[in-house]
């Protein structure tokens, strides 16, 4: 018991260490930065910190954490294991005391406790010493290397989690200096440019008024377009927008679909325009389609709108211009609205 207690003192004091270490490096300062001589962050993140790449948290917590498992599955013929595991792990120590004291001269009081834990592994394993044989067998040393890989295996994976923490981060804090309206039109400046906007006489338009011209190129069969449309709809809240139906040659369904939006535009506004659009993104379905009539007026705005975008060279959806400019990839439509208003 006594030994057990002393690995899982160990974990403890390894978990401390690597939450310090990769988490929170302001973790327990009053103990772990006391005058100038101990600073636990100057030793996690020097040279002589990491072995093979694995930092003091990883190699104390890859110690205490497999012997710990394996000795409660194993505790007829732990012994001969954990000795040798003990032996490089007090070696280990020494050299992470010789290293603090004569070459970094900076003492870090969790990796003492975590060789106080080593030290008191090994003192329990020399009270055992009659107790056990000192042999080895193989279904033994097969059921550590098992444990041993899974602790490490574990260990990477929460390494690569964090990591990969670190970068979203990181990545949404320099996000964050984009969506500066300033910024925004800078970046705007360098994006390829269309000759003019579309005509508010054959787009759809959500009848506000803004600085800045915002037109969005749909496709109704597009399944793209369909999972952007919620983020038009929010930014159409407010944020003047012009939208343009445009559909693939020879897609009657979609001439037809592009049309009957039109339609609606026209009788009851922006508002049911979009609605049924969303619909049909949603569900291949428009509930009220049949009520409004595809007149001679619908078709031609629709075929205005086919012209204006062969004429402007516009033929990805969606498509999403600012000023005659399309909008840079690193500004999703979700994100517009902060740039724009």
């Given at each position: 018991?006594?030994?057990?207690?002393?690995?899982?003192?160990?974990?403890?004091?390894?978990?401390?260490?690597?939450?310090?270490?990769?988490?929170?490096?302001?973790?327990?300062?009053?103990?772990?930065?006391?005058?100038?001589?101990?600073?636990?962050?100057?030793?996690?993140?020097?040279?002589?910190?990491?072995?093979?790449?694995?930092?003091?948290?990883?190699?104390?917590?890859?110690?205490?954490?497999?012997?710990?498992?394996?000795?409660?599955?194993?505790?007829?013929?732990?012994?001969?294991?954990?000795?040798?595991?003990?032996?490089?792990?007090?070696?280990?120590?020494?050299?992470?005391?010789?290293?603090?004291?004569?070459?970094?001269?900076?003492?870090?009081?969790?990796?003492?406790?975590?060789?106080?834990?080593?030290?008191?592994?090994?003192?329990?394993?020399?009270?055992?010493?009659?107790?056990?044989?000192?042999?080895?067998?193989?279904?033994?040393?097969?059921?550590f290397v098992v444990i041993g890989y899974i602790?490490?295996?574990?260990?990477?994976?929460?390494?690569?989690?964090?990591?990969?923490?670190?970068?979203?981060?990181?990545?949404?804090?320099?996000?964050?200096?984009?969506?500066?309206?300033?910024?925004?039109?800078?970046?705007?400046?360098?994006?390829?440019?269309?000759?003019?906007?579309?005509?508010?006489?054959?787009?759809?338009?959500?009848?506000?008024?803004?600085?800045?011209?915002?037109?969005?190129?749909?496709?109704?069969?597009?399944?793209?377009?369909?999972?952007?449309?919620?983020?038009?709809?929010?930014?159409?809240?407010?944020?003047?927008?012009?939208?343009?139906?445009?559909?693939?040659?020879?897609?009657?369904?979609?001439?037809?679909?592009?049309?009957?939006?039109?339609?609606?535009?026209?009788?009851?506004?922006?508002?049911?325009?979009?609605?049924?659009?969303?619909?049909?993104?949603?569900?291949?379905?428009?509930?009220?389609?049949?009520?409004?009539?595809?007149?001679?007026?619908?078709?031609?705005?629709?075929?205005?709108?086919?012209?204006?975008?062969?004429?402007?060279?516009?033929?990805?959806?969606?498509?999403?211009?600012?000023?005659?400019?399309?909008?840079?990839?690193?500004?999703?439509?979700?994100?517009?609205?902060?740039?724009?208003?």
């Amino acid at each position: 018991m006594f030994y057990l207690s002393v690995l899982f003192f160990g974990i403890l004091v390894s978990v401390a260490i690597l939450y310090k270490e990769r988490v929170n490096g302001e973790f327990m300062e009053r103990f772990c930065n006391i005058g100038k001589i101990v600073n636990c962050n100057e030793v996690f993140h020097s040279k002589g910190a990491s072995i093979a790449g694995l930092g003091l948290g990883e190699l104390s917590l890859l110690y205490f954490a497999p012997l710990y498992l394996f000795s409660l599955i194993r505790q007829d013929d732990f012994y001969i294991t954990s000795v040798v595991c003990c032996v490089v792990a007090v070696t280990l120590s020494l050299y992470s005391i010789i290293y603090q004291v004569f070459i970094l001269r900076k003492a870090c009081m969790l990796c003492v406790l975590a060789d106080f834990a080593v030290w008191g592994s090994a003192l329990a394993l020399y009270i055992l010493k009659n107790d056990f044989v000192m042999e080895l067998s193989l279904s033994s040393l097969f059921a550590f290397v098992v444990i041993g890989y899974i602790c490490l295996i574990f260990e990477l994976q929460l390494r690569a989690i964090q990591t990969g923490e670190k970068e979203r981060i990181t990545l949404k804090k320099y996000f964050g200096s984009l969506l500066n309206p300033e910024t925004f039109q800078i970046l705007l400046a360098l994006k390829p440019q269309i000759g003019k906007m579309v005509s508010r006489d054959i787009a759809l338009h959500n009848q506000k008024e803004g600085s800045n011209e915002l037109m969005i190129v749909t496709n109704p069969n597009c399944k793209n377009c369909a999972s952007v449309h919620r983020h038009m709809v929010e930014i159409a809240s407010s944020v003047p927008v012009s939208l343009v139906l445009v559909t693939f040659p020879n897609d009657r369904l979609g001439e037809e679909i592009a049309q009957v939006i039109i339609a609606a535009y026209y009788v009851v506004g922006w508002d049911r325009a979009i609605e049924l659009l969303g619909e049909w993104y949603e569900n291949r379905h428009m509930e009220d389609a049949g009520i409004y009539s595809i007149t001679a007026e619908v078709r031609d705005v629709w075929t205005k709108q086919q012209i204006y975008c062969r004429e402007q060279k516009i033929s990805k959806t969606p498509s999403v211009i600012v000023n005659k400019h399309y909008v840079p990839e690193v500004y999703p439509l979700s994100d517009l609205r902060y740039v724009l208003t």
